[in-house]
């Protein structure tokens, strides 16, 4: 069996080290991308079985972008074949901005929330959850 | 027609109405005409005197002339009495009244003068008799009708006595010899038809002059009483229009409340005014503001804003008049009033958007000063006192909230501190090995924690800085002379090493002269000025450019230039340059951290000083910053 692609979009450097370091030694392929534009240009190359997506990069809702990009319902999306694509998102939102989001089918097309910081075995479990071993 | 014409009526209607000491136009033109007469009369007496002659020397004529002689001589001697009379009266700036008394006084003489004339000219053969019909005129003009009407009948009177007297050889008839071929005297139908045209002559004249006089002094009368209520609205205007310049002027309490009573206690012509503000129970009306009364008055007493039965009805929305302080039974201290020299107050309630927040109170030493003009104008300062103590009463609510909201972001900044400095010391021993030997990976793993714990110190550090500077005003005030010169070189120095790593050339440029540039500020805060924008200078600025420092001195000011060859400041971010946080996204970009309070601080702290801080900058050409500050001309010693 093949290993699982995990690719983790985040701007921080030390942030991507904290994720990489319990996924990798659960046995998962990771790749990283600093920017949602990164980001979309990977999973077309890499084509990843889980997204970690932080949602504040280079704007505020910069996550949020990308996810909805992935999840578009429309049929002619360029990333219709990733629309299936787990996503988990990570967050600290909830504590800067007080507007409250919830995983939702039409306006949020995630599959979760982390809450920052990460605890490793949360991020695991997760991950475990979607995608398996 | 009411009898308004008399002078004294005139006058004591118009001063009713005004209280200013000056003289009404009537009066005045009382007193001009009291002068008039008496200067007209040297003529009369000088003229009887000359006719005399004339009659007796040139056409011949026989009159009594010594009689004559000794009339004129009497107008001109009792003349001199009024003239020295009127002109002590206008040194002594007499009232009208002596004036009015002044003026019937010389009708009587006259009259006198008049009656003696007729009588030594012929009796009712005199032709001097028509001369009757100037006085009865000039009265009419001086008098009520009914006063100008009883004068003609004396005058109708005193010609048919004589004529009686004559004509029963009562008194002597003393006819100017010549004159008359066929004397007339004895004539009955003659001297009855002369008589009847004379006395219908005589009372017609006194009633049409009157009737004229009257209706001038009318009119006179409308339009003084609208000039005044001109002069008056120009006033009231005028001091509306000092009240709100100068309340809006400023935002300190303090100064809006103590201005609002002594600017409306000049508008209102009255000894004093009050503010009371609601306090913070809303119950007690605490004097904020006095203007003219004494601490005795003051400490009168507590008002209950709830209980005392003037303030509710004031505070219910009302403009409340007191006309008489002892006899009202809104009055809580009435006794203290008395005992003050107040006798009449007016009330009016200073609202908000929440409403009645305070009142505002004059106090006037007689008893019921205030008009219905003077509530309605009282009312309006009020209204617009209202809106400038609530302005400064929210300003001054901000500030409050500003530095209680400072104090706690110090004090919570303070309190992370000590967490943050031993998580450091902490990691510090790992690194160093002292927890025993790590692998590469963990000590990767724990240098970049190191490093995020140092940033977090440093952005702890920076927003304690901004807080105490907006907590801590008497800070703000303990200045003294800095040198500009000495902190900029040594602050560069302390650059030079980072410079030098980055390939950045530093370069300094000062006048020739050993002149400091000297200003008033903190020696910390105009390091940590240059501090912050030398690094960023040095921090934006890619390899192999230039950073450069430059002081001058233009007219009164010293002039610090700051620029680079850095990345420059995107036109978008410029007005957001100094906000707290805010960071360009090409200079997150070519540098991960930074606390976005840098500039910040720096704008923080030249406003403290006084100065001003401008920038110029292109994107990817380099930034200038340009700080100026006025220069210190004094002579205390300088710290370096």
Known sequence: MNQKKILLVDDDPDQRLTLRLPLESAGYEIFEAKSSKEGLEMVEKIRPDLIVLDVMMDTATAGFQLALELHSPDPNSAYKEFSKVPIIMLTAIHSTTPLRFKPDEDYLPVQTFIEKPVDPDVLLTKVRDFIGE | ?640
Request: aromatic share 8%; proline share 3%.
């Open chain 2, 1 to 640: 027609m009411t009898g308004l014409s008399s002078p004294s009526d005139l006058s004591a209607q118009l001063s009713s109405s005004t209280d200013h000491p000056t003289r009404t136009l009537v009066e005045a033109e009382l007193v001009s005409s009291v002068a008039w007469l008496i200067h007209l009369r040297w003529f009369a007496g000088a003229g009887v005197i000359l006719a005399t002659w004339i009659a007796e020397n040139v056409f011949g004529l026989d009159a009594a002339e010594k009689p004559l002689y000794v009339i004129g001589a009497g107008i001109l001697v009792y003349n001199l009495i009024f003239h020295l009379i009127e002109r002590r009266l206008t040194q002594n700036d007499a009232p009208s009244q002596s004036y009015e008394r002044l003026a019937k006084w010389q009708v009587i003489l006259d009259w006198i003068a008049m009656i003696l004339l007729i009588q030594f000219s012929g009796g009712i053969e005199s032709p001097v008799i028509l001369f009757f019909i100037f006085h009865i005129i000039i009265a009419s003009f001086f008098f009520s009708r009914s006063l100008a009407i009883a004068f003609a009948l004396t005058a109708i009177g005193l010609v048919a006595g004589i004529a009686f007297l004559e004509y029963f050889n009562i008194i002597q008839h003393r006819p100017i010899g010549g004159l008359l071929e066929t004397p007339f005297y004895q004539n009955a139908k003659y001297v009855a038809a002369y008589l009847f045209f004379f006395a219908f002559t005589a009372v017609v004249s006194a009633y049409l002059g009157s009737t004229i006089n009257d209706r001038l002094r009318k009119r006179e009368i409308e339009i003084v009483n609208l000039s005044e209520d001109l002069h008056r609205a120009t006033i009231r205007l005028q001091a509306l229009n000092n009240n709100a310049r100068a309340v809006s002027s400023t935002l300190d309490l303090k100064q809006v409340l103590n201005r609002l009573v002594s600017t409306t206690a000049l508008a209102m012509q009255v000894r004093a005014c009050t503010i009371r503000l609601l306090d913070s129970t809303g119950r007690n009306l605490e004097p904020v503001a006095v203007y003219g009364l004494s601490e005795t008055y003051l400490k009168k007493g507590p008002i209950d804003a709830l209980t005392n039965l003037l303030a509710r009805e004031v505070l219910s929305g009302k403009v409340v008049n007191i006309p008489d302080a002892l006899e009202s039974p809104l009055l809580q201290y009435p006794e203290e009033a008395k005992q003050e020299g107040i006798r009449s107050m007016i009330s009016a309630p200073l609202t908000g958007k929440d409403g009645a927040f305070g009142i505002l109170r004059a106090y006037a030493v007689e008893v019921n000063r205030f008009s219905q003009e003077d509530k309605e104008f009282f009312e309006a300062i009020a209204a617009q006192g209202s809106i400038a103590v609530e302005n400064a009463l929210s300003y001054k609510a901000i500030e409050e909230l500003d530095q209680t909201k400072s104090q706690f972001i110090r004090t919570i900044t303070h309190e992370l501190r000590s967490p943050v400095a031993v998580t450091q010391s902490l990691l510090r021993t790992l690194v160093s090995g002292f927890a025993g030997q790590v692998t590469d990976q963990q000590m990767d793993i724990l240098k970049r924690a190191a490093h995020r714990v140092e940033f977090l110190q440093k952005l702890i550090d920076d927003l304690l800085d901004l807080a105490t500077g907006k907590a801590n005003v008497e800070a703000l005030k303990q200045r003294e002379p800095v040198g500009l010169k000495s902190t900029l070189q040594k602050v560069v120095e302390r650059f030079n090493v980072s410079a030098h790593e980055k390939s950045i050339r530093l370069e300094q440029i000062y006048p020739e002269s050993p002149e400091e540039f000297i200003v008033m500020a903190s020696p910390d805060g105009i390091d940590r000025i240059f501090n912050n924008l030398v690094a960023n200078a040095i921090k934006y600025t890619p390899s192999g450019g230039e950073v450069s420092t430059r002081i001058e001195s233009v007219d009164s000011e010293a002039i610090i230039t700051i620029s680079d060859t850095g990345i420059g400041i995107p036109q978008e971010s410029m007005p957001h340059l100094f906000e707290e946080f805010y960071r360009a996204p090409n200079a997150k970009e070519m540098e991960r951290e930074g606390t976005g309070l840098g500039l910040t601080i720096v704008k923080d702290l030249i406003n403290r000083y006084s100065g001003r801080i401008a920038v110029q900058s292109e994107e990817n050409r380099g930034t200038k910053f340009i700080v100026s500050f006025a220069l210190y001309k004094g002579t205390r010693e300088v710290s370096k």
